[in-house]
């Protein structure tokens, strides 16, 4: 049986994820991961899963969210409080069921606030989009500082700006959450990158996607052939929302305290640099250019009070060299030439 292009490239991507896995746990069991590098490993996983979800809504759909960081610090803060409320309140002792469910649930916050955010937002276009998600990600992130929540044995209390609850206090405002038990792992993390591949390759070569990307290359053409625009455009977002809520449980259920000063601006833009270094509707592109630059400013750390100074040379480096001409027409040429001799493989194959 002849598989599709489509999904052959699909196979490949979930055994490169697979072989990558089983490299990482190979160097933890040996020891031959460094310390920094193995507590690095789970954050790489979200912003990975951020990188391709963020892509989905500006390489796929062609719009620009600078509020992604607010879709995670939803996920987030859900995903803790859902962990603390399965222990405390239903007595659920399994950390892995635990985590599951937790991303389940920061995923499902996230998409309903995606839906209600989608709505308006997606009927504007170009810069005024950008600005109004930039406005939901920093209200979010003010919002979560007025928020107080605590769990009573079965009942989950929720206040603002009043922090004298009943119970254990799970979410104390500023303070952001507390006695939070870290159990995010690293195979759940290398499962979340497979099910994001999994959902944005899909539906990138499924009809819906195809209508997607009919809508980003000529709006009105779409228009004029039936395609209902903000319907795909909010289908994308949507799904790109659930997905950021639950890479932000996961982030979240790995430390034990955290505030909503992890999710300001400057989260949104450090993604939205994933996206353009890797390449704007590069899936891979996402997801190498995400991993690189989680470890980068580590492996710089040797430069003291330089070494930021170093990363962002290096960011305007590879900007360069990716959008150099005489680069990218090499690059093209490689490609064409390692087609040109798969074709002639494949028809020397059919005659013999």
């Given at each position: 049986m002849k598989l599709k292009k489509s999904t052959v490239n699909a196979i490949i991507s979930y055994a490169i994820v697979i072989a990558a896995f089983l490299i990482c746990q190979w160097m933890i069991a040996t020891k031959n991961m460094p310390r920094t590098l193995k507590g690095q490993m789970i954050p790489i996983?979200?912003?990975i899963v951020m990188a391709v979800?963020?892509?989905l809504v500006v390489g796929i759909s062609g719009e620009l969210s600078l509020g992604h960081a607010g879709f995670m610090s939803i996920g987030a803060f859900s995903g803790a409080i859902a962990s603390t409320y399965f222990l405390n309140a239903l007595g659920l002792e399994s950390a892995i069921v635990r985590l599951v469910l937790s991303i389940l649930v920061g995923g499902a916050f996230a998409g309903v606030f995606g839906v209600?955010?989608?709505?308006?937002?997606?009927?504007l276009r170009g810069d005024y989009l950008a600005i109004v998600t930039l406005a939901f990600g920093e209200i979010i992130r003010n919002v979560v500082n007025c928020l107080y929540f605590s769990?009573?044995?079965?009942?989950?209390?929720?206040?603002?700006?009043?922090?004298n609850l009943p119970g254990s206090i799970i979410v104390n405002g500023p303070a952001g959450s507390k006695g939070i038990k870290a159990i995010s792992t690293l195979p759940v993390g290398f499962v979340l990158i497979l099910f994001t591949l999994f959902?944005?390759?899909?539906?990138?070569?499924?009809?819906?996607?195809r209508a997607i990307m009919a809508s980003r290359d000529n709006r009105i053409a779409a228009e004029a052939m039936g395609i209902n625009v903000t319907k795909y455009k909010m289908m994308a977002f949507?799904?790109?929302?659930?997905?950021?809520?639950?890479?932000?449980?996961?982030?979240?259920?790995?430390?034990?305290?955290?505030?909503?000063?992890?999710?300001k601006f400057d989260t949104s833009i450090l993604v939205l640099v994933f996206v353009v270094l890797g390449g704007i509707g590069n899936i891979w592109g996402s997801i190498?250019?995400?991993?690189l630059l989680t470890v980068l400013p580590e492996l710089l750390r040797a430069f003291a009070d330089y070494r930021m100074l170093i990363y962002a040379i290096v960011l305007i480096l590879v900007m360069l060299a990716t959008n150099n001409p005489i680069i990218r027409s090499l690059f093209n040429g490689l490609i064409r030439r390692n087609r040109a001799d798969q074709a002639k493989a494949g028809k020397g194959?059919?005659?013999?």
């Open positions: 996983c979200v912003y979800s963020l892509n209600l955010i989608g709505i308006p937002v997606l009927r769990v009573d044995g079965m009942r989950l209390h929720v206040s603002f700006n009043n922090p959902v944005v390759l899909n539906l990138v070569n499924s009809r819906s996607g949507v799904t790109s929302a659930v997905l950021a809520g639950m890479a932000g449980a996961l982030y979240g259920l790995n430390f034990s305290t955290f505030t909503a000063a992890k999710f190498i250019a995400a991993a194959g059919d005659a013999q």
